[in-house]
């Protein structure tokens, strides 16, 4: 690696302004790019925090009643794990215990995919190289990133403080909510962008800045797990940004000084990318990659083989993150009478969720339904490759050897139709385990969760269908996929807590599938979902074959 930038000759990058110069009109072109991408992922943070808060409000409409809840759910080491710690029982309390974390999860993950985009993307296409020619400076693309995510952020964070106050959890716990959320974010834009300086691989950017915010996750819920002392912090929390945002405590005897923290991490970081970026190539990061061996395996012979090894990887993180998830949701199930207790609004809500074949039953359905419900982001992620290698390019020599498309997709959908049944399987195995064990019923519990988790796939793969006929058929609008799966499951996800009509939960592939276990299985959808699922993959690599690569 050299460590001589391109624009180190050039004499006016030795002034500060020029180094910033171009960054407006960058700044305008990523946000036109974004004009999509940015109002969904704000929407779907305040649509989480909003309708929980909503669901709260009708559920518990009495101070008594919320007491009641918040005491039952503060003494499960479990939830504290899941959810964090409770601090106070008002409405926005409980809202920002049950989602706050998860909103802030959700801006720090649009901060990363943001940051990669505008940069580290930009300069392994090409694109870069082209704009630095023109009057652009060399830190403006690395400030544009960090203003469109900032951007974001804020409006996260605004509309979430503005649409709690107009539910009436107004006051300073709704700013500071808000602010959380949005400081949470930068932070984790910030170490995005470092990341983005020290790889020279946009998916390896991405992975890297993911398991960041995984780690971070992690060490929040076990420091919240551990912290069984009312009004304290565990010392676990202070090492990761979620655990800052929760340590505002929102509705909570408010913070403000912690908010400070995320912010310095920003800045910290922020100033180390801007350091980092005049001392590599364009192009370049600072661990490149290691050259691989002179011949390929003979795994690596087909379709089927380059696509396992592009995708194993992302389908490993993706089936641990399920083990662990259904370990965590089998271990709750077992508890959910406690849980519920006498409250007839909770238990009715789970029933809307789960079914009405029993509480125990029906707390196991809604959380079968949502590992459902993340696996379809797996499934058309795996088939959005696709388009990935179809733009980066490194499509196009593998098909100009004897290799027809059908073949080259085929590699991919494999993985995307084979990988999302196994995931769900291994987190339906882990949730079976460990509620079986709980209920000491191991050998009746573990086949009924298992059944139901794989109830789930023909709704998955009809998402990996119509990723599938987007990438064939209209492969411009690739991108939009993540939205129409994004509309599905906050449909599947907060529409039984709304109470949404009928007609407007079956516009979901899951509104469709049996509340199972326990409730009664009709073949119907295990045919149709599936049948539909192959007319869209049938349909897009139709397409495929005769559309031009890089459409």
């Known amino acids: 690696m050299s460590a001589v930038s391109p624009y180190h000759a050039h004499p006016r990058a030795t002034r500060r302004s020029d180094e910033l110069a171009g960054t407006g009109r960058l700044l305008r072109l990523a946000l036109r790019r974004d004009r999509v991408m940015v109002p969904v992922w704000v929407f779907a943070i305040a649509l989480m925090v909003l309708g929980t808060a909503d669901s709260f409000k009708n559920l518990y409409d009495t101070a008594a009643e919320r007491a009641d809840f918040a005491r039952d759910m503060s003494a499960n080491g479990s939830l504290r794990a899941l959810y964090g710690v409770l601090y106070d029982d008002s409405l926005g309390g409980l809202a920002t215990w049950r989602v706050g974390g998860y909103a802030a999860v959700l801006a720090g993950v649009m901060s990363l995919v943001i940051v990669v985009r505008h940069t580290r993307e930009e300069e392994e296409s090409g694109r870069q190289e082209m704009l630095s020619s023109a009057m652009v400076g060399r830190h403006a693309p690395l400030t544009c990133a960090l203003l469109t995510a900032a951007v974001a952020d804020v409006a996260a964070g605004a509309l979430v403080a503005l649409g709690m106050a ?267 385990l460990t509620y079986g064990l709980a209920a000491d019923d191991l050998g009746g519990q573990l086949p009924r969760v298992l059944g139901a988790a794989l109830a789930q796939v023909p709704a998955v793969w009809t998402f990996a269908g119509l990723a599938t006929l987007i990438v064939g058929a209209l492969p411009r609008l690739a991108p939009a996929t993540w939205g129409v799966v994004g509309a599905c499951i906050a449909v599947g996800w907060l529409g039984p807590a709304l109470d949404l009509p009928r007609a407007v939960l079956n516009l979901s592939p899951y509104g469709h599938l049996p509340k199972l276990p326990g409730a009664d299985v009709s073949a119907a959808p295990f045919v149709w979902l599936p049948a539909l699922a192959t007319a869209f993959a049938v349909t897009g690599l139709a397409a495929l074959r005769r559309r031009d690569m890089g459409a």
């Open 166 to 432: 107009a539910l009436g959890a107004g006051g300073g716990g709704a700013v500071a909510l808000g602010l959380s959320v949005a400081t949470t974010g930068m932070a984790f834009a910030g170490l995005a962008v470092v990341v983005c300086q020290l790889t020279e691989n946009t998916r390896l950017a991405r992975g890297l800045s993911g398991a960041l915010v995984g780690l971070a996750f992690a060490l929040r819920g076990a420091g919240d797990a551990a912290q069984d002392t009312p009004g304290t912090t565990s010392p676990l929390s202070w090492f990761t940004p979620l655990g800052w945002a929760a340590s505002v405590r929102p509705y909570g005897d408010e913070r403000w000084w912690v908010l400070l923290l995320p912010l310095l991490l920003a800045a910290v970081a922020s100033g180390t990318a801007y350091a980092l970026v005049g001392r590599r190539d364009l192009g370049a990061g600072f661990f490149p990659p290691r050259p691989g061996p002179a011949a390929a395996g003979r795994s690596l012979g087909g379709a089927f083989g380059l696509a396992w090894r592009l995708q194993r990887g992302t389908l490993l993180g993706w089936a641990l993150g399920f083990a662990l998830a259904g370990a965590v949701f089998g271990s709750l199930a077992n508890g959910a009478d406690e849980l519920v207790g006498d409250n007839e609004s909770t238990r009715e809500l789970f029933e809307r969720m789960g079914g009405q074949q029993g509480l125990a039953d029906a707390f196991l359905a809604s959380l079968v339904t949502s590992l459902g419900l993340l696996c379809a982001l797996y499934a058309t992620g795996a088939v959005l490759r696709l388009r990935g290698e179809e733009t980066g390019e490194r499509a196009e020599p593998l098909l100009a050897l004897p290799l027809s498309r059908l073949r080259w997709a085929a590699g991919h959908l494999l993985i995307a139709f084979a990988g999302s049944a196994a995931v769900l399987a291994v987190g339906g195995t882990a949730m079976g």
